[in-house]
Structure formats: C-alpha cells, structure tokens
C-alpha cells in the first residue's frame, strides 16, 4: 500500500460503510470511486468537519502521531505517550481514514498536518525552524555555542544540521542562558510555541546580548521566523516538558458527579414537566389563534407581545420564548403571508391537537432536539449589537443540535444529577474543537430547556428520555407517568368551576370557550363572565347547550347564579342583528334602537334610522359589533340572507410553510443508502482500473421495449424490492420524455422517489416514480 488511495481500495466493505456512517459528507454526492473518495476526504474542509468529532484523547493521539517522524509503530506510540489503552483511539482514527496504514507502519491521512500548525503545543524540530537561515548567520550560532569547526561550513544544510544535534540536549544553554530567559521559555513550552518581538532577525552574538530574548536569540534556543516573531524549536520545547508530548491527559472524560436521585421520583417529576409543556403549547396556539401577534418586518416577534404571551400564559419571558420557538420547530406556528403577515397556528396544529398527550410531546421534543434554532438566544445581541427577537432567523446556529445530542448523551452516560459546570467539562472534552463560548452556553441553554420540557427531572435524565435517545417508543414509556385526565369539574356558586385534574380535550375545549382560566397549578380554576358566555353563544352554541353540558360533567348541581346568567347573556344574544351598510343594525324593539340613538357613546359610530327598526352606519360590521358589546349589548352578525353568522373565534389558521429556515439540521443516510454507496464506488473503481473489461460485464437490460406496468402495482413492487433485496427492469422517462431501460437495486421509496443503485451506471440515482413507466423481474446475477 503506496498511497493513501491505495490503502482505502484495501478496506472491507464494512470497514468502508463505517467510514461513511463516520462521515457521511463524503457521499454527499457519492464519489466516482474509491480515489475519488481519498481526495474528498483528505481535503481541508472534511478533514477538519472529520476532526470535529474526535474527543480530547484521540485528538492527542492524532498529534502524537504528528509529532513523531513517520510511519510510527504503535508501541513508540505508545511510549510516547505514556499510556497503554490507546488501541480504541487509533482504531477510531483509521475508521475515520485519519490515520492509515498497519500497526508497524502508522500515517497520518494527507491533510491531517495542515489542520496542526502545532501538534502538541510544540514547534517545528530545531532543522526546519533554521532552514531558512543564512549561513553566515548559522556558522556565527554554532561558533558561539562552542560547536568544532568543520568543512562544511560552508554547507547551510551541514550546518543546520550541526544546530539540531547541540539543541538536542539544551539544557547546558538554558542555565547560561539566565533564569529570566527561562521564564520566557517556559511561556512557550506549552504552546503555542510562538512569540512577538521587534527586530527578531537582528544579528545577535552571545558576547552582546543584553535582555533575556536577546540571550536566547544568541544561543538558538529561540529561532526568528520573520523580523517580528521567533519560534521555539521542539527539542527545546520537549527539554522543558521533561519530555512529555503533554501535560494533562487522560484517556477518559471527567467524571459526571452528582446527587444521586430515585429513579421514580425523576421520572414522575419529569413526567409532570412533559405534560406542562404541551399543555402550555395548546395554550399559546389557542390563544394566537384568536388574537394573532403580527410579524414584525425584520422577521421575529416583537419584544412586547412575547411579554405579552408570557404574562397571558403566567410564565417567564425564557420560557415563553422556548415553547414559541418549539412550536415553531414542530410546524404548528408559521407566519402569515403578505407587509402585514401574523404568526397563526397551522392546520397540522389542529391534527396534533387529536393525539395523545404523550404523542404530542414525543412530537415536540423531537422537533426541539432536531432544530438548529436556540431559543435562548431570545433577547440576546447579535455581534452588532442588534436585538435578537423570538422567532428571528438570527437565532439560528449550525452546531445547535449537536450540542444537545451530546448534552443529553452525556446525562445518559450517568444516574446522577451532574451540575451545569460538570457537564460543559465533559462536553469539552469530548468536543475540544467546538467553539467553547458557544458550546458551553448551549449546554447550559440545553439542561434548562430538558428540565422545561420534562427530559429531566431533578437534573437527571428521564427513562422515557433515554427511550426516545435510542429510537424507542417514549410515548408508551411516559403514559404512566402522565396525570390521568378528569371528565368532570366542580361548580360553585361564585361563579367559576375547578378542574381537579388536567382536563379531558373535548371538555377542555368546551369549557375555554364558556368560561376563562383564572388560576392554574394542581387544579385549574375557570371563571365565567358574562363575556365568556357571550363568546360560547358566538360559536353557535345555546343555552340548553351550555346548561346540560354543565350539568352532564359537573359533581355538583349546576348552581342557580350561573344558571341565571347564561339564561340572561343568552336573552339578550341575537337581539340585534348587524350587517353591513358599510353595516347595518336591525332590531324588533324600536325602543332598543331608541336607546342606542340617545347614548352618548354612539356618536363616533355614525349611526342613522332607515326604519323604525333599522339602522345603519359607515363602520365595518366587525368594528360596529365590538363598539355595541363595549357599551353593554350583545348583537350577533347577520348575513345577507338574513341568517345568523356563526363566528369562530379559534378559526384563524395559517397555511404550512413549504420551507421553514433552517428548522431541522440535516440527517445522515441510513444503512442502505450507505451500502449502496459502497457497491457504487467498488463498481466506479473497477471500472477506472478495467473500463473495457467492466463494460462488457456492465448488465443489459431485457430484449424489447422498456417494460410497462400499472403505477399502484409499480410503487408496490418497488417496495416489495426495497424488503427482499434484489435486481428490477425499470422503463425510466427521462426529462425530454425519451424512454430508457435501467437495472436497479432498489434501497427507498419515499417522498415521490425511488432511490437505487443503478447497475447500468455504476452510481446511486434518484428516479422519479411518476417517470417509471413499468417494473419487471430479472434474473439476479451469481
């Protein structure tokens, strides 16, 4: 194995699916072939993505490595870095093709080096640091440092190498060199090994060197790499380390140390806080159904109305933000069209609103964990120093995901309740490469937003969390512990009901209607006014309707102040009717329209009499409804043919968004993809090497016409294909309706697609199924 490429054509085909399910950028699109794939992996962009993965142990390894001369044998790995279990690093770097080659003969992969500017913290070996130095100045360095003269001062290589072999045991030149010029050294030793100074290439002799840099200068222990900057040579570097490639280095992260609570009380606690979160949800879209925040023209949502939702719903503005920014994510919120757009629940709400409370939440926090958004960045300032609003695109960061995946991996990890500053030490060893500002706020973000959303109770992850972590069904894991919900309430004679319990859907829905939420907590307490009456009756309900839902979901009898007034809002509902004139109020009583003629307050209405029994203004029906309810009425809106409106307050919706901004990150191909990505780029080797040969032996489709086939009997043969494995004939029209014949190895079928391995081209493609003209069997090749 001469090459890099050379060395991937000798990985198995499991060895490859493990470097692509390890880096799933490098088949984003599948390479040729296997040269290819070495060239997109070892450039500086996949290589550095590729080293974002890596903990703090295999990324020293990884500079070990560099910093010895290559190929390295593993046992002077080992040697080098003072421990013995350093086989499931380098065993990750070569499944990552970071490292290559057998244990006798370790290599960095091309590219590797030009991520470590300094490997180790350490500089250049004392040979490359002078290389570039005239010999004049060279043979004046190795004069002062008592080094035997020789012929071949004359030669720069000869004598930079005669510097190397005196720096190799420094110490002698360090003592002599003073104990403030080993302070400045030891300022270097550790990394980075540079520094700035002026006149770095001054020609300096030992017998005048008068401040500490200067004597260093004089003696090579520094090495000037322009006139403003000097390196330390890695042999000097390595003297002050006594040896050691680092200083603090383990090979496991620190330790998650923590209470440790009771597995059930985490759990019920949690469970509590998940069933919080959706209700809170419901609550919000119920409310921005019916009385819709606009969007702001930057985007985002004003500072106000997210103050506003925070005191309407009794919560912190943070908490507000989160559930604003998860709804959002899961695809219930989207923003009206047009200048002046509103945020409204969309119909998937409505369809989301019917399933269980577990299953809300599963699709909830799935929708929080998968989102690049960060909701804690709400009210922050960007790097100019703007706002940054609830619901804005500023809130969005690539590595917000990640970070939360690996923040909830690694409350997994432990039983304990670890605190904040135990897990951003953890996270940052096991992401050291991350950007740590970033990082370790989103880490914190990342553990209050799971306790708000009930991933965890008490600090410690749920077990229905770590369910929904490993791809489970968390919904059955967290149906027990969920509150079991009541069909009943009590009534009370001041008015207002109490909900021992959350609250059946329907008879929730019923009772926001009829009545308003004064009070939550272990009981929710509904208030009913005569304007949440009026509000039922809006919605086509009646009285009898109102009365005998009360009586039928009450423990208590209905209680006759209530009775009285729904009997008395519902009297006076309907009494007069409003259209439009620009609109129109009609009554039967003429007294009434007498009554509203004479008040004061409707002089801003522009009201005048047609009839004894009509009159009209040149206000719109809606602002004319609100401005009679404001002085004490309760007309309904009428339609042209004289019928009752029936208004729905709830009934706002917005459409989906066809694209939501960056909502979910990007997910990685699953097995089959993978594999076919390994058969394609085998075949496109195969055929580079054997091009002739290869097309000979490519597979022809049948004899005749390309087949043709009903499209239910097409799309269930396909993903009969996808279960057993095996070859199709396709009929395939191309964008100018030309017909081909394809054999295909079928892998998915989803979204309006068949993805496939297609073997009369060697490459994964991506065929439309409304373009497959028909399916057939073929004979699968031995």
Sequence with gaps: MDTYADWLRGRSDDELRSLLSARPELINPVPAELGALASRATTPAAVSRALDRLDRFTLAVLEALLVLPQPVAYGALKRALGFGETRAAVDLLRAYGLVWGKDRTLRTAPGVRQAFPYPAGLGPPAAEAFAGHPADRLAELLTDLDVPASNGFADPDRLVSLLADRLADPGSLIEAAGPEAREALEMLAWGPPVGRIDGARRPIRVA???????????????AATDDRTVTLPREVALHLRG????????PTPPPLDGTVRPAALVDRTAGGQAFTAVRLVEDLLERWGIDPPPVL?????????????????DIEEQLAALLIELAYSAGLLARTGGVDGEWLPTKSYDLWRLQDTADRWVELVTAWVATDRV????????ERDRLINALADESVRSSASEVRRATLAALATTSSSPTPDAVRE????????????????????????????????????????????????????????????????????????????????????????????ESTGGAT?????????????????????????????????????????????????????????????????????????????????????????????????????????????????????????????????????????????????????IAAAVRALRAGDEAARHSAERARQRPEAPPGGPPRSPSVATV???????????????????????????????????????????????????????????????????
């Design 525 to 673: 307490v509904y208030r009913f006014t005569p304007a949440s009456v009026r509000r039922a009756l809006d919605v086509g309900r009646s009285a009898a309707e109102l009365v005998e839902l009360l009586t039928r979901h009450s423990t208590t009898p209905v209680p006759q102040p209530l009775a009285y007034l729904i009997e008395d809002v519902a009297r006076r509902h309907g009494h007069l009717r409003v259209g439009t004139a620009s609109s129109y109020v009609r009554c039967d009583d003429a007294a009434t329209l007498e009554e509203i003629l004479a008040d004061r307050r409707a002089a801003g209405l522009r009201l005048y009499r047609l009839a004894p029994t009509v009159v009209v203004s040149r206000l719109p029906r809606n602002d004319l409804l609100e401005a009679l309810r404001m002085m004490g009425f309760a007309p309904v809106a009428e339609s042209p043919e004289g019928g009752v409106v029936v208004t729905r307050p709830d009934a706002h919706r917005a459409e989906a968004a066809a694209h939501l901004h960056s909502v979910t990150a990007p997910q990685p191909p699953d097995a089959p993809v």
């Design 208 to 222: 005048t060197a008068e401040t500490p840099i200067e004597r260093l200068l004089a003696r090579g222990l520094l």
């Design 297 to 313: 023209r930057s985007g985002g949502l004003a500072v106000r109305e997210l103050r506003a939702t925070a005191a309407l719903l």
């Design 426 to 517: 953890y996270l940052a060893w096991q992401e050291p490469r991350r950007g740590a500002r970033l990082r370790d706020r989103m880490a914190g973000w990342t553990l209050r937003e799971a306790e708000l959303l009930g991933l965890t109770g008490l600090g410690a992850l749920a077990s229905h969390a770590g369910v929904l972590l490993d791809g489970g069904n968390a919904a059955r894991a967290l149906n027990p512990l969920l509150p079991e919900p009541v069909d009943h309430v009590l009534l009370q004679a001041d008015l207002t009901a109490v909900a021992p319990g959350p609250l059946v859907t329907a008879l929730a829905r019923e009772l926001s209607l009829m009545a308003d939420v």
């Design 716 to 782: 269930e043969e396909l993903r009969s294909a996808v279960s057993r494995g095996g070859r199709l004939w396709i009929g395939y029209l191309d964008q100018q309706g030309q017909a081909s014949s394809r054999i295909v190895e079928p892998v998915r079928v989803e979204g309006g697609f068949l993805t496939a391995y297609d073997a009369t081209r060697d490459s994964i493609q991506r065929f439309a199924l409304h373009r497959i003209t028909g399916v057939a069997e073929v004979d699968t090749p031995s």
């Design 243 to 250: 040896g050691r490639l680092f200083r603090d280095l383990t």
């Design 375 to 382: 909701p804690g960045l709400a009210g922050d300032r960007d």
